[in-house]
């Protein structure tokens, strides 16, 4: 995270959530949000922040969408599946349309599955594929969707502030991130932007009380704090966040995401380790990379730690790939740090075979 966030972290400006001077906080984080998303018309939205990542804002989302009726949840991915299993278990009632998981949500099929079930009051998809890297087409969905006269929800967690992401254009009711990902503050905040006209139509009856997205979207609008204590030093790091970016820019901050990425793509291609999905379909935050066969993900994993680097794997179950994102406030020298790395760690499994023995080193 970037130096001033750590700062605010570990010395917040404030120490307590119903003093003035956290309201003072809490309002400028929310313009701030609602300007580094590039929205247009600020008054014409809600911004909720909730203790929870982006899992238990979702959460909420399903919740307040059930009271609107029965909806479509798009799976193409890890994240559209865990939506489908948080609705499952919070008895939300809904269906599923489950599209390819290597390939973008196709608007033609949204709108045919509206079309077929009149009945369906809302759609929920993941506009980003984190862990497949996989860039859905936010805006032709939520056009395709919006004319059905339904809600629209989406997962913007990995989108939002990494990439453009227009929520007006979309025609979204309700995006969901974090403070975590592009935002690079402290995980541990979920972040909901809705759109002020579609709040009539999730006035119904409240699902959850922690979770009521409805009641903390109006009593943090109208008092500028949440309805329960919410940690202090997140905030502060969530506002010295917004801060750094507008300082930064935020059009520079995405090209810096956006280069490191294709710099790494380009180092990896020539020690023959290709990146997974077609170029067009990549949203270039993160990428997953095919390992060779006599390197599984597990010792890949440790002998890049050993190195000082720690990397995630793609798609959960799979050992023979792993993923690389550049969403951290990465340095030339950190990107440059880890191209050594993985050359040093991938050369040595092309020489050693199963015997891979890596000498750990600047």
């Not at 990995?158 to 935002?183: C, G, I, N, Q, W």
């Not at 940690?231 to 956006?258: E, F, N, Q």
């Amino acid at each position: 995270m970037p130096r001033q966030v750590a700062e605010y972290l570990a010395d917040p400006p404030c120490n307590y959530h119903r003093q003035e001077s956290f309201r003072a906080m809490f309002r400028a984080t929310q313009e701030d949000l609602k300007s580094l998303l590039g929205i247009r018309e600020p008054e014409a939205w809600t911004t909720a922040i909730l203790t929870t990542t982006g899992t238990g804002a979702n959460e909420a989302c399903l919740l307040a969408l059930s009271g609107a009726g029965r909806g479509l949840i798009v799976e193409n991915g890890f994240f559209g599946a865990r939506l489908v299993a948080q609705a499952t278990a919070c008895g939300v009632d809904h269906v599923r349309l489950v599209l390819p998981d290597d390939q973008p949500i196709d608007p033609a099929a949204v709108d045919a599955a509206l079309m077929a079930d009149p009945g369906l009051a809302w759609i929920y998809f993941v506009s980003h594929e984190t862990r497949m890297g996989l860039a859905n087409p936010t805006t032709r969905i939520g056009r395709a969707a919006a004319r059905r006269g339904v809600l629209v929800a989406a997962d913007v967690v990995s989108h939002a502030f990494a990439y453009p992401l227009d929520l007006e254009a979309s025609r979204l009711d309700l995006a969901v991130t974090s403070s975590a990902k592009a935002l690079m503050a402290a995980p541990g905040l979920g972040i909901v932007f809705a759109r002020s006209a579609a709040l009539p139509r999730l006035r119904g009856a409240a699902r959850s009380y922690y979770l009521d997205l409805v009641a903390e979207l109006d009593f943090q609008r109208q008092q500028q704090q949440p309805r329960f204590a919410q940690p202090v030093a997140l905030h502060a790091a969530l506002y010295a966040a917004c801060k750094h970016l507008h300082s930064v820019g935020i059009d520079t901050h995405m090209g810096r995401i956006r280069s490191q990425m294709d710099d790494l793509v380009q180092h990896l291609a020539g020690l023959g380790i290709p990146a997974q999905l077609d170029p067009a379909h990549r949203s270039w935050v993160a990428l997953n990379f095919r390992l060779p066969a006599s390197l599984p993900y597990p010792r890949f994993a440790q002998h890049l730690e050993a190195e000082g680097y720690y990397v995630l794997y793609g798609v959960p179950g799979d050992p023979g790939h792993f993923q690389l994102s550049t969403l951290g406030d990465l340095e030339p020298r950190h990107v440059a740090g880890l191209k050594t790395a993985l050359g040093r760690v991938l050369g040595n499994s092309r020489d050693l075979g199963d015997g891979l023995a890596v000498t750990s080193g600047a």
